[in-house]
């Protein structure tokens, strides 16, 4: 069966720091894979997916950038945190052309 | 963009029904879902009806896709304390299969 790691759970960085958030996917060759955050008390906004390794798209101009070194495997990172980048990050995986996207358990991070 | 749009809480007792409403803009979703989070967690789909179809039941869950209105709901029947979560609407349009739009979630509060 198929499953997803987020690590880690919660983070506390200071304003100015490096950022690198991993996901993660077992038991599934190729899935798109993707990062949302889900800022409180607001849906989940789409920051970047991916097709296949080295493959990027960005949804939104922001602070962050992410990369997919191998077919499962995913990161979040940045080389600054703003206090705006807090919020709830979830990483999610899809088989192309099949129907639901599978979450992992988020990681919270605050920005201080 | 196109945008997903739900009610932000809902009340109600156990025991009795609840309906979660949403509406959305994109008329050539494809997908549309119902996804649960429970505190501190990701997301957990719980169900989801392909555009073609009016009405889904899953044992408590009724999906009903009124797609001329564009409008969703979810059902939950015999409410339980352990139904409390927000609940998110979703849906995937053809303009962009590899995004997953979400509305911002019904904090779903039940009741002894």
């Known amino acids: 069966s198929q499953t997803i790691h987020q690590w880690p759970a919660t983070l506390v960085q200071p304003v100015g720091s490096p950022l690198s958030l991993e996901c993660t996917v077992e038991?599934?060759?190729?899935?798109?894979l993707y990062w949302y955050r889900q800022a409180a008390g607001r849906g989940l906004q789409l920051l970047f997916y991916?097709?296949?390794?080295?493959?990027i798209s960005s949804e939104v101009p922001q602070n962050l950038s992410a990369s997919r070194p191998q077919d499962r495997q995913f990161i979040l990172s940045s080389k600054k945190l703003l206090l705006s980048d807090s919020g709830f990050y979830l990483c999610a995986w899809s088989v192309a052309a099949t129907t639901e996207a599978f979450f992992g358990q988020g990681t919270r991070l605050t920005v201080v | 963009g196109e945008d997903v749009e739900q009610s932000l809480f809902l009340s109600v007792r156990e025991g009795d029904s609840s309906v979660i409403n949403c509406t959305y803009t994109?008329?050539?979703?494809?997908?549309l879902y119902w996804y649960k989070q429970e505190p501190g967690a990701g997301l957990q789909l719980l169900t989801y009806?392909?555009?073609?179809?009016d009405m889904k039941q899953d044992q408590r869950l009724t999906v009903l896709l009124n797609k001329k209105d564009k409008h969703l709901s979810l059902r939950i029947a015999d409410t339980q304390t352990g139904d409390s979560a927000i609940y998110f609407c979703a849906e995937r349009g053809t303009y962009n299969n590899n995004d997953m739009r979400f509305g911002a979630g019904t904090r779903l509060t039940v009741k002894p």
């Open positions: 991916s097709v296949g390794i080295g493959q």
């Open positions: 038991g599934t060759s190729n899935p798109n």
């Open positions: 994109d008329s050539s979703s494809t997908y």
């Open positions: 009806i392909f555009s073609n179809m």
